[in-house]
Structures are given as structure tokens and as C-alpha cells.
């Protein structure tokens, strides 16, 4: 057996030592694995990519919006005052404060038509750019890239049009005028 060998054979005898050397050794190894990915439920694989009677060529988004919750705090008579026959005050009201979350609006999940992702050059994403700067909401320079700047860009204009998303929907390329509408 080499000395280097024989010497870590030695050293890992050490409990601290060999418990921190596989310890070493297990945070080494689990970084080289793939990160997987997050569960999202057990249906997440089974869940249709577009909705039922959508055309086959048309690319959709499962679009989520989050309830909206308020948080109520009222203060409540647990007990009222007492007055004596004479309408003096003996005790006064007591009050308790109850908090509690009413949902505003509910959560709610509908299927967005998107521009799909073949149509996306970067030729298609430069006209994107300059379309939504013309409009005051992308700053940046034409990149022909879809990175975060024109993604927020996206995000602004369409919640301008009620819609929370950073992704382009068929609906908001149509209305910059990057894809044709369809004749009715």
C-alpha cells in the first residue's frame, strides 16, 4: 500500500475526521447529480398542453392568478357597559379584536394563447422591442434577445391590458401589430 494511502487509512480512523471526510465526500458527490425537478404535484406530467377544442398548431399557458386577500382587524363588544338606574356608568363596554382574511377574488387558472415559441427569432423578438419601446415600456437597446428587460417590458404592457403575465400573449402581438389577425 502507498504512503499517501496508508496515511489516509490512519487518518480516517479519527471518528471527527471520519465522519467529517464523509460528510466532504456526500456534499462533493450530490452536487454532481442534476438538480431535479420541483414537485409539482402528481398530475403536473398528465395536465394537457392546450385546452380542449384548441387547433393543433396553436401554443397556450396555463395562466394563474393569485387570490387576492385582505386582512380585516374589527374590535367587537364582547361585553356592554353597565349603567345604574340613574344612567351612571358602572363598567364600562369591553372590547375584543378579532383579525380575519377575506378573499377579495378567488385564484383562478385560464388558458392563455401565446406566440409560439418557433415564431420567436430573435428578427421577431427585435420588432417586439421596438414595438414596446415606441409604446414607453422597454428602455433597453434591440438585442433580438428575449432576456429579462424585455420580459418585464412584456409584463408592463400587457397588465396595461389586464393581463399579468411576462410571457406574449397571441392576443398583445397582435395589438403591437407583430402578428396579422385573422380575417372573421
Do not use: N
Request: proline share 9%.
Amino acid at each position: 500500500m502507498p504512503p499517501q494511502i496508508r496515511h489516509l487509512a490512519g487518518l480516517l480512523r479519527r471518528p471527527l475526521l471520519r465522519s467529517s471526510v464523509i460528510l466532504l465526500t456526500f456534499a462533493a458527490l450530490s452536487a454532481c447529480t442534476p438538480a431535479s425537478a420541483p414537485d409539482t404535484g402528481a398530475d403536473a406530467h398528465s395536465r394537457p398542453a392546450a385546452p380542449p377544442g384548441a387547433a393543433p398548431d396553436s401554443c397556450w399557458d396555463r395562466h394563474v392568478s393569485p387570490a387576492i386577500i385582505e386582512t380585516v382587524t374589527v374590535q367587537v363588544l364582547a361585553e356592554p357597559e353597565q349603567r345604574d338606574a340613574e344612567g351612571k356608568l358602572i363598567r364600562p363596554a369591553v372590547f375584543r379584536t378579532e383579525t380575519r382574511q377575506d378573499i377579495v377574488r378567488p385564484r383562478t387558472e385560464s388558458w392563455l394563447q401565446i406566440t409560439c415559441p418557433v415564431d420567436m427569432t430573435p428578427d421577431f423578438i427585435a420588432s417586439l422591442q421596438r414595438a414596446l419601446a415606441v409604446r414607453g415600456h422597454y428602455k433597453g437597446s434591440v438585442t433580438g434577445k428575449l432576456d429579462r428587460p424585455t420580459r418585464q417590458a412584456i409584463l408592463r404592457y400587457q397588465q396595461r391590458h389586464g393581463l399579468e403575465s411576462h410571457i406574449l400573449s397571441l392576443d398583445s402581438a397582435r395589438r403591437l401589430g407583430l402578428i396579422a389577425i385573422p380575417k372573421s
